[in-house]
């Protein structure tokens, strides 16, 4: 039986992916909640209730379950979430809709989610973005490290935040990869901002960020960070929305439920779509793209051609923008270069591309044609020159 409440869950679950398909499956169960969902329960007289995690392959059918008892100690680990614990899981490639029960002797709570596991072929990625709650207790910890995963990534302004993310394949040359960590606001206002630099001493690290929330107001935010490692020439990106609310638990379960969901869709899309060799789709400067802002109504695609390298122009009809995005490094991975009117890039192929004067207002044309824009002359005077000059040939 799923449940949904309007103003507090009792059951939140989430998944995590590590490497090599290792999987933990994360929830907090709310006891307060529980209780007043139910006419007969009482805080005091639960002891213990049995969980049971079923796992399905939506490709080839395959199924697995996780069952077994607990019992709940007092006061509970993350006390003011209820009880926090998580089931390990080794998963293979592949799309795994999952099902977590909790039951108690008066009633059984369920929530239904997925998670996908991707080829194990990237020679640079990273984890799922983990956040926390910073915890100081010494009997309780993340990995080895002070926090409390907020499984369903709600917070309060009294809360100091933790985001976690293991990096796979850097290059342990004693040199630095660079990190940057970002919330921006539901109108996209920009409410933290932090640059870092961590020496690389192995191919393997774990990169933490702390972020007190008590300068932010109630809403809904999202987390995005980027990791760059300069031997690799590529860039990475993970992201998590939160909320930040005086009310805890003030979301709609099946709203996040359907959220959570409809991300996942495009996710796949985005890994099934600007994969390359180095980087997943979905971490890539398109895939980032693709999963916070929605399918584009149309891409427009330029090939290579004389004064530019490949690109690609997505249109959003609805908010009247396009975005261009450009094969700098000739690698397939493209870079998001910049976001403009709709139509104006078009304005700017026919009128402005050769007008020096117009550096200044788009720099960036530096990195579509870096050398080439310049002073060039139009396509029609090449042309005509390149006449003259065979005919001056010919003459000879």
Known sequence: MVLFYILAVPLVVNAYRFDNGYTEVWYTLSLDEVVSNSLTADRERIERYSFLLQILNRENGDSARVTGEKRIRAPAVGSADGIVDYIPLQLYEGVFEYTFSAAFDFDTFSVTNAIEIPADTFLFSCSDLVLGKQERRADFRFHEYALVPAVGQQFSRRDTLVSYVEIYGLVPDSLNYVTHYRIVDSTENVAFDKHRAQMKYTSTHVDTCTIPLYGFTDGTYLLSVEI?????????????????????????????????????????????????????????????????????????????????????????????????????????????????????FSNILEFGLHDPERETRWPWLFKIAPGTHRGQKPMEEQVEDIMKEEEGIRNE
């Open 228 to 344: 760059e490692d300069p031997a690799r020439r590529t860039r990475l990106w993970c992201t998590r929305s939160l909320i930040i609310a005086t009310e805890q638990g003030a979301v709609h379960a099946a709203q996040s439920s359907s959220e959570t969901r409809d991300e996942l869709q495009l996710m796949l899309e985005a890994d099934r779509s600007f994969s390359t060799g180095t980087v997943r789709g979905r971490m890539s400067e398109r895939g980032v793209y693709y999963v916070q802002h929605g399918r584009p109504d149309y891409v427009e695609r330029f090939p290579m051609v004389e004064w530019a390298r490949s690109l690609e122009l997505w249109h959003y009809f609805s908010t009247g923008e396009e975005v261009l995005f450009c094969d700098t490094q000739e690698d397939g991975n493209y870079q998001l270069i910049v976001t403009l009117r709709e139509g104006e």
